[in-house]
């Protein structure tokens, strides 16, 4: 098994499920006492957001450069990025270490095209619904993306930063969400890509009329393949 290099703290509260799906998954497949060899660089949220807050990109990228240098050189295998937004810098950072990296896009482009839809809504922070590095991926698998209006994507921005990330789920926060899936889905999504890690941690499937891809646990989970050296081709 390899040893595993999580990349965390983007926020706390999804990097918890990170290390305890990762640890599960190991589990069940190695049984007895066997579990994941990782090791995990919790960065400070705080750090991130004012470089965020100044549209400082290169100093985003500083931190989780350093970040990944650490969890290299203590001998991780791979570099896991534990959130959506921070894999707009992926192929940079891919191209400074000699380790591949898990991406979380790829993982779920992957089981997007297994359950072989063509058109699906991706719900996350506004830099991952604006970019292209997430289309991009989805787009190398025939997959179109569509995203929510311009006042809903300020509101799952607001929602991601002011209650997700400190660990509140509202119940009224949870019906808005379910509205703007509603309406994804009469634009002719066939499902919904929850394309933050701490999304999941408020929207459940019971929650949605659509098929719901947690990119938590499809991330989670690549990463424990990649670990035991399963092919996804």
């Given at each position: 098994m390899?040893?595993?290099?999580l990349?965390g703290?983007?926020g ?5 499920e ?6 599960e998954e190991?589990?069940?497949r ?14 400070n949220y ?10 400082n990109?290169?100093?985003v ?6 970040a990944?240098k ?12 534990c ?11 891919e ?10 896009a ?6 997007i095209?297994?359950?072989?839809f063509?058109k699906?809504?991706?719900?996350g922070?506004?830099q991952?619904m ?23 994507r300020?509101?799952?921005q ?16 949870k ?8 309406e994804?889905?009469q634009?002719?999504?066939?499902g919904?890509?929850l ?24 991330h ?8 035991f050296e399963?092919?996804?081709e």
């Amino acid at each position: 098994m390899k040893t595993i290099g999580l990349i965390g703290g983007t926020g706390w509260v999804s990097t918890v499920e990170y290390y305890r799906i990762i640890n599960e998954e190991a589990n069940r497949r190695q049984g007895g006492l066997n579990f994941a060899k990782c090791f995990l660089y919790s960065l400070n949220y705080g750090d991130i957001d004012a470089f965020n807050k100044n549209n400082n990109k290169a100093g985003v990228y500083s931190l989780i450069y350093e970040a990944s240098k650490k969890v290299t050189e203590a001998g991780a295998e791979c570099l896991v990025l534990c959130a959506n937004t921070l894999h707009q810098f992926a192929d940079d950072l891919e191209k400074g270490f000699n380790i591949p990296l898990v991406h979380i896009a790829e993982a779920t482009a992957r089981e997007i095209n297994r359950k072989g839809f063509k058109k699906i809504g991706l719900l996350g922070t506004k830099q991952t619904m604006e970019m292209d590095f997430y289309r991009d991926k989805l787009a190398n698998f025939n997959i179109e993306m569509i995203i929510p209006p311009e006042d809903d994507r300020d509101f799952i921005q607001n929602t991601i930063n002011n209650e997700l990330i400190k660990g509140k789920f509202l119940k009224e926060s949870k019906e808005k969400f379910q509205r703007i899936m509603n309406e994804l889905g009469q634009k002719g999504a066939e499902g919904i890509v929850l394309g933050c890690t701490e999304i999941p941690l408020l929207i459940k499937q019971q929650d949605a009329d659509l098929p719901l891809f947690d990119t938590l646990d499809i991330h989670a989970k690549a990463v424990v393949d990649f670990a035991f050296e399963v092919n996804n081709e």
